[in-house]
Nanobody, 126 residues
Framework: VQLVESGGGLVQAGGSLRLSCAASGFTFDEYSIGWFRQAPGKEREGVSCISSRYGTQYPADSVKGRFTMSGDNAKNTMYLQMNSLKPEDTAVYYC????????????????????WGKGTLVTVSS
């Protein structure tokens, strides 16, 4: 199982970025997928979570209305569309998966997922 994030970079406040999470070794169909982030000097926090089976998203309050998860099953890739970015969104962003399709509904954006990528850096300038 391997997850590789991409799409990070430098963007001005108010701008948008789309992060990708490419999976190999399994398919997203029956998994729960989460996005997390860790800002400099801070603990890692959950951003959003989705069940591939049910399609329901569970965004954190800090990103609600601005960040949206989506997926491309043909490419086995999940995305995090980030709009109206703020300097406080600056962080390393990680995707993670769990083989429990009910994970998000039961635990929210919790960090106990099974597999993790290595992250991609997003920097939002003011």
């Amino acid at each position: 199982v391997q997850l590789v994030e991409s799409g990070g970079g430098l963007v001005q406040a108010g701008g948008s970025l789309r992060l990708s999470c490419a999976a190999s070794g399994f398919t997203f169909d029956e998994y729960s997928i989460g996005w997390f982030r860790q800002a400099p000097g801070k603990e890692r926090e959950g951003v959003s979570c989705i069940s591939s089976r049910y399609g329901t998203q569970y965004p954190a309050d800090s990103v609600k209305g601005r960040f949206t998860m989506s997926g491309d099953n043909a490419k086995n890739t999940m995305y995090l569309q980030m709009n109206s970015l703020k300097p406080e969104d600056t962080a390393v962003y990680y995707c993670a998966v769990d083989d429990d399709p009910n994970y998000c509904s039961q635990y929210g954006v919790s960090e106990d997922m099974d597999y993790w990528g290595k992250g991609t850096l997003v920097t939002v300038s003011s």
